[in-house]
């Protein structure tokens, strides 16, 4: 059964620092690998979907990578800002056609 | 754009009573699929379906119907509502991907309260 954590669930850090958000999973038979950006109150929004045979996906400040060897994907952002304060979640399959499991979330805060 | 679209967004119930959250797309995504999200359990899939006329059960499907009659629509319905109930529910969409969904498209959320 494919779990997904996320590690650290809060993190909080001073405007302009570069940061990673970690996801794991123990399934490494995935097709691909998503993560998202959730704002209080909100639903998610899409951030990156990186396909099984890519190693990394690029959006602006954001790059995600992805290694199914060692069960593991990250989020790299680039020079934070306090906008950039949400919790952050990543979602793979989870071995059903249609069923993606998701971590709890890391929830960013970027201090001005 | 309307991407995808859940009414309503507030909706308080009484033990017993049903209700149906509405789900609506216009991208002419073939898989939808509802989660609720509750505190510290994450997210949670509860059923999807991969075209018109398929649905299929996910994670926590009890106490949850559903039904696929045509590609944009896909309504959640509560039969007896109970307070394990209470949540906040997403709808979210997405095209055929390789081997299963694509990227993912989320509505707003429906914030459900029962008492």
């Known amino acids: 059964k494919q779990e997904v954590t996320q590690i650290p669930a809060a993190l909080s850090v001073p405007e302009g620092e570069n940061l990673v958000l970690n996801c794991s999973f123990t399934?490494?038979?995935?097709?691909?690998l998503q993560w998202f950006r959730q704002d209080p109150g909100k639903g998610l929004t899409s951030l990156l979907l990186?396909?099984?045979?890519?190693r990394e996906q690029t959006s602006g400040r954001l790059n995600a990578s992805l290694d199914k060897s060692s069960g593991r994907s990250t989020l790299y952002i680039a020079a934070s800002q306090p906008g950039d304060s949400a919790t952050y979640l990543c979602?793979?399959?989870?071995?059903?056609?249609?069923?993606?499991?998701f971590g709890k979330g890391t929830k960013l805060s970027v201090k001005p | 754009n309307a991407g995808v679209t859940q009414t309503p967004k507030f909706q308080v119930l009484k033990t017993g009573q049903s209700m149906t959250l509405q789900c609506a797309q216009d991208?002419?995504?073939?898989?939808m699929s509802w989660y609720r999200q509750d505190p510290g359990m994450g997210l949670r899939l509860i059923h999807y379906?991969?075209?018109?006329?398929?649905?299929d059960q996910g994670e926590v499907p009890n106490g949850y119907n559903v039904s696929r009659s045509t590609t944009e629509d896909f309504p959640l319905r509560l039969l007896s509502a109970a307070p394990s109930q209470t949540s906040v529910y997403f709808c979210?969409?997405?095209?055929?991907?390789?081997?299963?969904?694509?990227?993912?498209?989320f509505g707003e959320g429906s914030r459900l309260t029962v008492l």
């Open positions: 979602a793979a399959p989870g071995g059903s056609q249609g069923n993606l499991i």
């Open positions: 399934d490494s038979a995935i097709y691909n």
């Open positions: 990186i396909q099984s045979s890519q």
């Open positions: 991208m002419n995504h073939e898989y």
């Open positions: 379906s991969v075209g018109a006329g398929i649905t």
């Open positions: 979210a969409s997405a095209p055929r991907g390789t081997q299963g969904p694509g990227e993912l498209f």
